[in-house]
């Protein structure tokens, strides 16, 4: 376990720098809705983002898959994504990146989950990372339920009313 502090610095993206960025965005914008580009294509050319080696994919940071819902989403590129049909692209709007500096998006909508109920067709990658975490914390609390036998545990008389997930912390 560790406690740590940090100095942390946010560079500004200056007002010349955002217009610039814009202006190219529009352009390659125009270039997408004159069909003389595929947007995998304009991402090579004109991306520099992240995601631009994954041919702009943009990836779910949690789960390492390409599936976002929309709590994943800034305000900004989930109102963008939300008035798309699949196969569209966005006009130039103005976002931020997962390190929140500020970034001129355009985005394109791959597919377009409903809500439904899951399946094993569907959903399977979802429903094999819930049944992973579930089996792992069952190993977890059989482990902690084995060794808080032969070990010493103190918990603070602050925390002894708090509801454990394994009921065998505490010792009457």
């Known amino acids: 376990m560790m406690n740590f502090r940090h100095i ?13 960025a814009d202006k190219k965005a529009n352009e390659v914008y125009s270039i997408l809705q004159s069909d003389t580009i595929s947007f995998t294509d304009a991402v090579k050319k004109y991306s520099n983002g992240d995601s631009k080696g994954s041919d702009g994919k943009v990836m779910n940071p949690y ?10 989403l800034d305000p900004y590129t989930k109102s963008a994504v939300m008035s798309l049909k699949e ?18 998006k355009i985005v394109r909508l791959d597919l377009d989950v409903k809500e439904h109920k899951a399946n094993m067709k569907d959903d399977y990658l979802t429903l094999q990372r819930a049944a992973l ?6 190993l977890i609390d059989e482990w902690v339920k084995d060794k808080v ?17 394994v009921n ?3 010792k009457k």
């Open 87 to 104: 196969g569209e692209f966005s006009k130039p709007f103005l976002s931020s990146d997962n390190k929140g500096i500020r970034v001129i």
């Open 133 to 138: 975490e579930d089996k792992n914390s069952r």
């Open 63 to 72: 789960y390492g898959d390409a599936r976002m819902t929309n709590d994943f």
């Open 168 to 170: 065998c912390w505490i």
């Open 8 to 20: 942390l610095m946010k560079p500004k993206v200056s007002m010349e720098a955002l217009e610039a």
């Open 149 to 165: 036998q032969s070990v010493y545990i103190k918990i603070d008389d602050e925390y002894k009313d708090c509801n454990f997930n």
